[in-house]
């Protein structure tokens, strides 16, 4: 499995919220419960602790064993889509994420691996992030309630069952908080329009991602089939796109279909997750289907996130 950090740690607590911020590790002072802005986010994440954040992943990707798979590039990316960070296990790592439309204007989307955890702690998203220019649009850090938990949506059943048996809920929401300025984040960078049941086979779809070995995002426009998996431990049916060069850190990133270059944002109908977190080869790609599931998910974040 490339995309996840470890089945363990994939599966060992559901950050819907979280559960107590763990003691800060020597050299790493935690905000008080409740805070985490984006100053402090700024202050935490500095240009070299991006840079050497490790990618979610669990060991080297094996190569392309379809050589008619549509050909990955990197580009300079869109500002919707980025970096989101995270400190767990002890380290610094990243996956990818996009802003999704919401009415509080402050939502993203990722892979539910990437999110998971009790221990998941300062997660910030970082749009457009690159490695020459880490900071284009600001930084928006995900939200904690009062009690220091994280607001992040992700479905009860994806821990209880675990993530190759849940891998069919392999999707999170999170609410980030206003850049440093005070803007929320759809109003600085615009917002993907989530799309549900619409199916799993689309004529072009664009995949983007951040590969841990690139500094910049990946680009590939492929069409996605229907895969239904016919191993017995991780049911369901997913999305599948061939596209080379997704290896670690790339989870999360988004299917995107009818994408505008003007706007630069697009129809999301997937992320980069669910089968093995997203598939064992570099060159081909998996996400959970967006059906009646992660409508009611997308629900219950735009709920949560108007209470706040």
């Not at 869109?78 to 402050?106: E, H, L, Q, W």
């Not at 790339?250 to 003007?262: A, C, E, I, W």
């Not at 289907?289 to 009611?296: A, L, T």
């Amino acid at each position: 499995m490339r995309r996840t950090l470890t089945v363990a740690a994939a599966t060992a607590a559901l950050l819907l919220p979280a559960g107590p911020l763990p003691v800060a590790e020597a050299g790493s002072a935690l905000p008080p419960p409740g805070r985490w802005s984006a100053r402090e986010a700024e202050t935490f994440w500095t240009a070299d602790r991006m840079a050497a954040a490790a990618p979610m992943t669990l060991a080297s990707a094996a190569p392309a064993t379809d050589p008619g798979t549509g050909t990955g590039q990197d580009f300079d990316g869109i500002p919707v889509v980025g970096r989101m960070f995270v400190m767990k296990d002890g380290g610094a790592y990243f996956c990818t994420a996009s802003v999704v439309a919401s009415p509080g204007r402050n939502l993203v989307l990722s892979a539910a691996h990437c999110l998971l955890g009790t221990d998941a702690r300062q997660v910030a998203f970082v749009p457009l992030y690159t490695a020459d220019n880490p900071q284009p649009y600001g930084m928006f850090p995900v939200q904690r309630a009062a009690d220091g938990r994280s607001k992040v949506w992700i479905d009860p059943r994806y821990k209880s069952l675990g993530a190759d048996k849940g891998a069919t809920l392999d999707v999170a929401f999170a609410q980030v908080g206003p850049d440093a300025d005070g803007f929320p984040v759809e109003d600085v960078v615009g917002g993907n329009r989530l799309v549900t049941g619409a199916g799993y086979e689309h004529a072009k779809v664009s995949l983007i991602g951040y590969p841990a070995s690139a500094a910049r995002p990946r680009l590939c426009v492929n069409s996605t089939t229907k895969f239904t998996s016919k191993d017995a431990g991780i049911p369901g049916s997913f999305l599948r796109i061939d596209c080379t060069g997704y290896p670690g850190g790339t989870s999360g990133g988004p299917f995107l279909k009818n994408y505008d270059k003007v706007t630069e944002t697009g129809d999301v109908v997937g992320v980069i997750g669910g089968w093995k977190t997203g598939g064992d080869t570099a060159d081909t790609s998996y996400s959970s289907y967006f059906g009646p599931e992660i409508k009611k998910l997308y629900e219950q974040a735009v709920a949560g996130a108007k209470a706040a």
